[in-house]
């Protein structure tokens, strides 16, 4: 018999029971919760008169909704503010720990999950949010769940799911200078499709992946969703462990000793088998820069938006010249010579303190481009903020004209203030490009945070090595 | 949840890959507490000219001819036919709850993506995979045939078209399990309140450190 995949092991280890046909009981071990699918579960305990099975398992914190300039006013949108108070009351009423909008620790949920050490291996995490993948990046079963299934876990501590199957993808060799996490994942979404993984829990490995810090291993599982896996996951190895050494809710003392033994047994057997193998060159990759409405519209920084009529697939086609026309774009057209009208750094994708620090080194000495009416950087959380200040980021930014502003989910999506005027173009570091995403009518292109903060310097798209480096 | 059995109703055709949720239903409606009202929202940038915003009056809006969804032919139609990947980006349950008060009850397409998928049958709304070739054909034959209605029977697991032609389609046995008798998956799990507990007593002596309790 073949050896067991991480996954494996993962999944074997939380099944409570099986049922005929497939399907499994399979039990929670942390649950993260924000403000904007946990209503409804809220009300639906309430409804039914139920308690959460293990309050302490859960942590709440609001961040999609939450304001990124002054917070002492409030918020001044009702609808967002009655979110928020909501989820306030509701963590209140069952006593579950919520790091309120005015808590130095509050964040991004998955910003502040590992920050918090709240987020372990071994574990299975949910949340009601699709980039629940991130987690993965500590060797556990991380994915995101709708709002019926935040009730269900807050009822049972547990959730009815089937085993997915297993992908590794491999990345050996080395990356090149400049080249990140962002363009690592940017670059496998091109190559296996925004539904290629539908259905599978992804490993990532390899010795490019062996070398990448925390905080890039978190980039990278963050956007496996895109890929359509609803999880992407990293063997445990020593960055891990540093990682969490001493973290707010990691083990301490005997268990700190022990936990790591047995954390140490989250990887792949060596004679594992997986459903589908891919591999990758790291030296083959570029900075990326999507130029379409869908993460796997990408090409490398060097070139040009491709043309939809030599696509022998009908639909495929259609959608192309589809995104084409809501992007302005002209096939044929250096993405080099596309010009932005904003840029935004931050969101639990690249809102971590290497991605900001990658962006300051950029922008150090810089002026934000004319053409440029906003260049904004939003810490993931209050810690990488205060961190950042520490370093004196913040002053690098706003030196060069970028707005420094209070953490939370921001233009990511712009449920909050922060958005895209119709026909606005930007650079962004966050994970979709969707139609609307950031603003109805706006235009995204995804981008690591160096290219973003490149972008903004130069107003067009430019390998940020081709800047002048700055101390 | 209502008990589903067989639905016949008209199908509305949206011939795009990849629908996101942010199209199905965009941000700015994720900021209601409640669970219902967002069917006038449904695919509200591309079914209105203007920008909507929550708490509007959406009956005097500007309407897009150029959407399907407002094609008169297409009106109360319960069926939804898209293509590959229908469902995919953010896991907001808003994006069935939308389709489920607009009146969709089965979605036709060639693949969803997982967690759209998994949310659909904890609010009774059928996501049926066909192959694409099906697909082709069930688009060009809504085209020529105005009020094109399917029938879909859950129980036999067959959708049957006007002529009479049968496509067959598979589901998981405890999800039909669900919808048929309209369970409720709460209930369902908690009938295993002792399996729970026994699993959380040997998964506690293995890893005490995951029973700490957050605060
Ligand atoms: S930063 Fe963006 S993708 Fe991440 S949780 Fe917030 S809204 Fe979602």
Redesign the pocket.
């Known amino acids: 018999m073949s050896g067991k995949t991480l996954y494996d092991k993962l999944w074997d280890s939380h099944v409570v029971r099986e049922e005929d046909g497939g399907t499994s009981l399979i039990y929670i071990d942390r649950h993260l919760i924000h403000e904007v699918t946990s209503p409804q579960a809220f009300a639906g305990l309430k409804e039914s008169g139920r308690l959460p099975r293990r309050v302490g398992a859960n942590l709440a914190v609001a961040?999609?909704n939450v304001p990124t300039t002054d917070r002492s006013k409030g918020i001044s949108d009702a609808v967002s503010q009655l979110q928020v108070t909501t989820l306030d009351q509701n963590c209140k009423e069952f006593g579950i720990t919520e790091y309120d909008m005015n808590d130095p620790r509050q964040g991004?949920?998955?910003v502040i999950g590992p920050e918090q050490g709240a987020t372990l291996p071994g574990m299975t995490i949910v949340c009601g949010?699709s980039?629940t993948a991130t987690h993965g990046a500590f060797g556990a079963l991380s994915f995101g769940i709708g709002t019926s299934e935040v009730e269900h876990v807050l009822a049972t501590q547990c959730l009815v799911s089937r085993k997915m199957r297993s992908m590794r993808i491999t990345i050996d060799g080395e990356l090149r200078p400049g080249v990140v996490a962002k363009d690592l994942i940017l670059a496998i979404i091109g190559e296996i499709g925004t539904s290629g993984g539908t259905g599978y829990a992804i490993e990532f490995s390899g010795s490019v992946v062996r070398a990448l810090s925390m905080e890039a291993r978190m980039t990278l599982c963050n956007m496996t969703i895109e890929a359509g896996a609803r999880c992407g996951i990293v063997a445990v190895d020593e960055s891990t462990i540093d990682y969490l050494e001493n973290r707010t809710y990691a083990p301490k003392g005997d268990q700190w000793i022990e936990a790591q033994k047995l954390w140490s047994d989250y990887v792949s057997d060596t004679d594992a088998v997986f459903d589908q193998e891919i591999r990758l060159d790291g030296q083959t990759i570029l900075p990326q820069v999507t130029w379409g409405t869908s993460p796997e519209m990408v090409i490398p920084i060097d070139g040009i938006i491709p043309d939809p009529q030599g696509l022998s697939d009908e639909s495929r086609r259609e959608g192309w010249v589809r995104a084409l026309e809501y992007m302005d774009l002209e096939s044929g057209t250096p993405i080099r010579e596309v010009r932005v009208d904003k840029v935004f750094i931050g969101?639990?994708?690249n809102?971590r303190i290497e991605d900001l620090r990658a962006a300051a080194q950029v922008a150090r000495g810089h002026r934000v481009a004319s053409n440029v009416s906003l260049a904004m950087v939003v810490p993931g959380s209050g810690l990488v903020k205060r961190q950042a200040e520490s370093e004196g980021l913040d002053a690098v930014f706003t030196r060069a004209g970028f707005e420094w502003r209070e953490p939370g989910?921001s233009m990511?999506?712009a449920m909050n203030a922060d958005r895209l005027e119709p026909g606005e173009r930007c650079a962004s570091t966050?994970?979709?490009n969707f139609e609307g995403r950031q603003g109805q009518g706006g235009r995204t292109h995804l981008v690591s945070p160096a290219v973003a903060a490149a972008a903004a310097v130069a107003g067009h798209f430019v390998d940020p090595a081709e800047l002048e480096i700055k101390t | 949840m209502e008990a589903f059995k067989t639905v016949k109703g008209v199908v509305l055709p949206i011939d795009r890959s990849n629908i996101d949720t942010d199209a199905i239903i965009p941000k700015q409606y994720l900021k209601s507490v409640a669970r219902s009202g967002f069917g006038a929202n449904l695919f509200d940038e591309w079914r209105y000219l203007d920008h909507g915003e929550p708490g509007q009056e959406h009956s005097n809006r500007p309407i897009n001819p150029n959407f399907v969804l407002n094609e008169k032919r297409y009106t109360g139609a319960e069926v939804l036919l898209a293509r590959s990947n229908f469902g995919c980006g953010?896991s907001r349950e808003h994006a069935v709850w939308a389709l489920r008060d607009y009146g969709v009850k089965v979605i036709i397409a060639s693949s969803f993506a997982d967690i759209f998928f998994n949310n659909c049958f904890k609010n009774g709304l059928l996501p049926l995979v066909l192959p694409e070739d099906v697909i082709d054909v069930l688009f060009d034959s809504i085209k020529d045939e105005p009020g094109y209605m399917l029938e879909v029977d859950l129980e036999s697991q067959n959708i049957i078209t006007p002529d009479g032609t049968q496509h067959s389609f598979d589901i998981e046995r405890f999800r039909k399990y669900c919808l048929v008798n309209g369970f409720d998956d709460i209930d369902l799990t908690l009938q295993h309140k002792k399996d729970i507990s026994e699993f959380e007593a040997s998964h506690k002596q293995r890893m005490p450190w995951l029973f700490e309790d957050i605060s």
């Open positions: 961040d999609h991004i949920v998955h949010d980039h969101s639990c994708t809102g989910c990511c999506l966050s994970n979709r | 953010s």
